[in-house]
Nanobody, 120 residues
Framework: QVQLVESGGGFVQPGGSLRLSCAAS????????MGWYRQAPGEQRELVAY???????NYADTVKGRFTISRHNAKNTVYLQMNSLKPEDTAVYYC??????????????WGQGTQVTVSS
């Protein structure tokens, strides 16, 4: 059974920084895509960024130049470095792992979510 555990959320003032982490536990051979989504109150969940196994990345326009996604394949972990945070970045952030290959097949998983609040 694969589980994703997120950490690093919290409260920060505008202009501040936070670093989110999401680690997968379980018997995993490989993970194709690791990503972060967010959902603000009353809004739909939206893609923030993703990174595939080759290292190629993609970012939402709203976070380009401020957020950086990275991954450590040996640790089955993805990171999201968030700089120059704005109040509109306030949301619950979810990690998402796609194409997780274990001994039985290929699956997608979601983390439990971590709250990020940007406010003065």
């Amino acid at each position: 059974q694969v589980q994703l555990v997120e950490s690093g959320g919290g409260f920060v003032q505008p202009g501040g920084s936070l670093r989110l982490s999401c680690a997968a536990s379980g018997s995993i051979f490989s993970i194709y895509r690791m990503g972060w989504y967010r959902q603000a109150p009353g809004e739909q969940r939206e893609l923030v960024a993703y990174i595939i196994r080759t290292g190629m990345t993609n970012y939402a326009d709203t976070v380009k130049g401020r957020f950086t996604i990275s991954r450590h394949n040996a640790k089955n972990t993805v990171y999201l470095q968030m700089n120059s945070l704005k109040p509109e970045d306030t949301a619950v952030y979810y990690c998402s792992f796609g194409g997780v290959v274990d001994g039985t097949g290929r699956y997608d998983y979601w983390g439990q979510g971590t709250q990020v609040t940007v406010s003065s």
